[in-house]
């Protein structure tokens, strides 16, 4: 059984700074996630780590501002999410998510295109002008 806690979320002002953490439990994909949704929006993928050569995918509205990593022991799984100069469109819940569904169409081994198995249960990022 896997499961994702999150944590890390709160209210800052804009150009402010926010860390983002979550922890894994159980077996845990080589891709990992974070995912946000705001209110009235589609749920948007920020962010994404492979583990088999720490390749990485940032969405373009959040390159250069955040920075996805994790932290993998023999008896902890964390994956974190850096996010600097915050903007009030980055307001959102944000979800840590691991294990994609591949199907049919190959979009690549960590793709926020793919649904997720294993979601956590969300942390609240909200951003102030």
């Known amino acids: 059984q896997v499961q994702l806690v999150e944590s890390g979320g709160g209210s800052v002002q804009a150009g402010g700074s926010l860390r983002l953490s979550c922890e894994a439990s159980g077996y845990v994909s080589l891709c990992m996630g974070w995912f946000r949704q705001a209110p009235g929006k589609e749920r948007e993928g920020v962010a994404t780590i492979y583990a088999a050569g720490g390749s990485t995918y940032y969405a373009d509205s959040v390159k250069g501002r955040f920075t996805i990593s994790q932290n993998n022991t023999n008896t902890k799984n964390t994956l974190y999410l850096e996010m600097n100069s915050l903007k009030p469109e980055d307001t959102a819940i944000y979800y840590c998510?691991?294990?994609?569904?591949?199907?049919?169409?190959?979009?690549?081994?960590?793709?926020?295109?793919?649904?997720?198995?294993?979601w956590g249960q969300g942390t609240q990022v909200t951003v102030s002008s």
């Open positions: 998510a691991s294990d994609p569904a591949y199907g049919a169409v190959w979009y690549g081994p960590c793709s926020t295109a793919y649904e997720y198995n294993y």
